[in-house]
């Protein structure tokens, strides 16, 4: 059981360019998560997903998209990537959306746009 | 509406000190209270949870008490270990805002033997 897995680690990024931050879990979980951390700051959630077909926006999905094709992948899209969007990325999932319910994270991509 | 604040890092403590990590939240309704943990190079773990007021919840050593009357979650543990040596966040998920989760900042802990 690999939990839920990120690729890349680390990637840097020129303004302007696009790429997509990969994100799978092997739980059957129906929710998942995109958050972002900027240095000193909490998890600010970017999107989320309740099923397959199913995304809404969170608190900051400004510059960025997401797709959830089958429940155990959750791709995170930046189309024009800009210096303020350097962060690290955690994607999340979770069985439910209930009152105490766990999520369980990714290890994290670091980006760095230059 | 809803938010996470803890204590400032980074934290150094000598091994089998105490630890407290401060914690208070704002919520518009009654929520859940998490603290999760973050290893070098690793993603957050669930370290422990309570759901209601009053409620303790303990793990490896760690424990943290639901305190509705002073909105706190502070994490204590009485005898750290180096391998506690890691970045502690505290959360709260609120079902006014459909169990969203709300982070503090993170504390860092590095502890020396």
């Known amino acids: 059981n690999a939990g839920v897995t990120q690729t890349p680690k680390f990637r840097i990024l020129k303004i302007g360019q696009s790429m997509t931050l990969q994100c799978a879990q092997d739980?059957?979980?129906?929710?998942m998560y995109w958050y972002r951390q900027d240095p000193g700051m909490g998890l600010k959630l970017i999107y989320y997903?309740?099923?397959?077909?199913?995304?809404d926006k969170g608190e900051v999905p400004n510059g960025y998209n997401v797709s959830r094709s089958t429940t155990e992948d959750f791709p995170l899209r930046l189309e024009l990537a800009a210096p303020s969007q350097t962060s690290v990325y955690f994607c999340?999932?979770?069985?439910?959306?209930?009152?105490?319910?766990?999520?369980?994270f990714g290890p994290g991509t670091r980006l760095l746009v230059l | 509406g809803d938010s996470v604040t803890q204590m400032e890092g980074p934290v150094t403590l000598s091994e089998e000190a105490f630890l407290t990590i401060n914690c208070t939240y704002t919520a518009t309704g009654y929520p859940s209270l998490f603290w999760y943990v973050q290893y070098p190079g690793e993603g957050l773990q669930l370290l422990l949870k309570a759901t209601k007021a009053d409620d303790k919840g303990s793990n490896k050593g760690f424990e943290a008490t639901y305190r509705k009357e002073t909105t706190s979650f502070h994490l204590e543990k009485g005898s750290v270990q180096v391998s506690d040596s890691a970045v502690y966040f505290c959360a709260l998920s609120d079902q006014n805002t459909g169990n969203q989760f709300y982070f503090g900042t993170g504390t860092s802990l590095t502890v020396i033997p």
């Open positions: 999340a999932s979770s069985q439910r959306q209930g009152r105490g319910e766990t999520q369980y």
């Open positions: 739980m059957n979980h129906n929710y």
């Open positions: 997903s309740v099923g397959a077909g199913i995304t």
